[in-house]
Nanobody
Framework: QVQLEESGGGLVQTGGSLRLSCAAS????????KGWFRQAPGKERQFVAA????????YYADSVKGRFTISRDNAKNTMYLQMNSLKPEDTAVYYC?????????????????WGQGTQVTVSS
């Protein structure tokens, strides 16, 4: 069974940092683009960041640009999201996703695989 599993969420104060991980099991996603999305209570899921299968292109939502960094370690079949300078508006459930494509990283890739999500709460 193909699975994506997020970890690393938690409670942090404004200005703090967290590092999310997304581990894949059941198959290798090394030829897949990967991305992070988030959903706050009462809001639609929104794109956060994406990285191409090779890691040579990345794309960020304007709201996180300069604060978040997406990366991947294909040897470990794992993707990361380093989140710095966190704000209360970053509070959400964060989901990782994978898209079966070798296109450059964009928000509109065919995201066909999703994790269950990890909660990130930033206190003011």
């Amino acid at each position: 069974q193909v699975q994506l599993e997020e970890s690393g969420g938690g409670l942090v104060q404004t200005g703090g940092s967290l590092r999310l991980s997304c581990a894949a099991s059941g198959r290798t996603f090394n030829s897949y683009a990967k991305g992070w999305f988030r959903q706050a209570p009462g809001k639609e899921r929104q794109f956060v960041a994406a990285i191409s299968y090779s890691g040579d292109t990345t794309y960020y939502a304007d709201s996180v640009k300069g604060r978040f960094t997406i990366s991947r370690d294909n040897a470990k079949n794992t993707m990361y999201l380093q989140m710095n300078s966190l704000k209360p508006e970053d509070t959400a459930v964060y989901y990782c996703a994978a898209a079966d494509t070798r296109r450059v990283a964009t928000p509109t890739l065919p995201w066909g695989y999703w994790g269950q999500g990890t909660q990130v709460t930033v206190s003011s």
